[in-house]
């Protein structure tokens, strides 16, 4: 947005970011669910990434001890018929191996990074929440919420959102495993600029709610950095949240896709009770919403539905601004290469006049609108 700051001191620390009139690109070109991305310090942090990659474990001194020497060699091979004693093997862990943040734009198709978790340390990472699973980690995000951002992207999520730009953070397995600490890390790195540029971090997705604990605590040690918390939300598991966890969110930017359930089911798969629950759970604690809805020609373009959302967004008294993000197809390439039938194969971005008049109904009910 070009009236934001620009992203300078994350841009510092990320020296070959991209400059912010990408991210205003981005912007114009929106999206689905929250992720306009930006894409300044991208380059730099996906330098860090590979740094931080885990690599190949170097020799310790046991194995190298275990290696057949010169001397040894010839008696190894004299001693073929009995067996040699098998030696024991290093005992394994059966955690997750060791965390490493990539800057990867979530446009990027990330998939199976996963894939060789076992199931049971995938559920006690999600159960315990000292790890997470994150399809991308990106900085200098002006489109992501208040200011300057870093935005985890988070994977899972139980919905099928017809125009779902990144189909592959609905597994989960399909993001790498990170832990608390070491994200922790990587935003303390950030910290005093993002205070700076008036920022902070959200965690997207994927749904964010399908691994609350470790969004919780991840949430909770920013908190403690003194840095601003946002979740980009659909709601539909905000009862998983308590209200002590509540606190710990300072903004929540919450997905309304639709109104009247059959139309929110045809469109996302799942009722849409539940978002609402939580946006008035939100406004009962005081928490601030930022509204979040996409226009799609002949989905959601519709004033009818512009009315009732509007009327439901100011009725609770807590939403700061409506943002209307305008369909777009930055995300088709990912539908065909995951095999997964899109029905939106042939629809173009909404006209301008469309974002207009939805502009205007949300204007017309007392809310900002963007
Ligand atoms: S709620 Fe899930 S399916 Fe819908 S747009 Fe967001 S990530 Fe995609």
Redesign the pocket.
Known sequence: MAKRPKARVVRKAAKKSRPAARAKAAKSSAV??SSRPSNAGRAAKAAKGRKARPTAAKPTKATAAAKPTKATKPAAKLAAKPKPAPQPKPATNSAPPPPALEAKSPFEMRVNLAKDLPETDVQSALDSGDMGFLHSFTTGSTVDGPGVRVVAWTTG?G???R??H??D??TMRNGYPVSVANATDELRKYQHGLKVMKGGLTIS???PLMQNRFVVKLLTAAKKLGVHTTIET?GFFGERLSDADLEQIDLVML?IKSWGNDRHEEL?GRPIEPTLAFARRLASHKRKIWVRFVLVPNLTDDPAVFARIAEFAASLGNVERVEVLPFHQMGRYKWKELGIPYLLEQTAPPLAESVERALQTFRAAGLEAH
């Open positions: 689905a669910k999520c919905w099928r959102c125009y779902c990144n189909p953070t609905w997705g994927g749904e659909n997905g996302t």
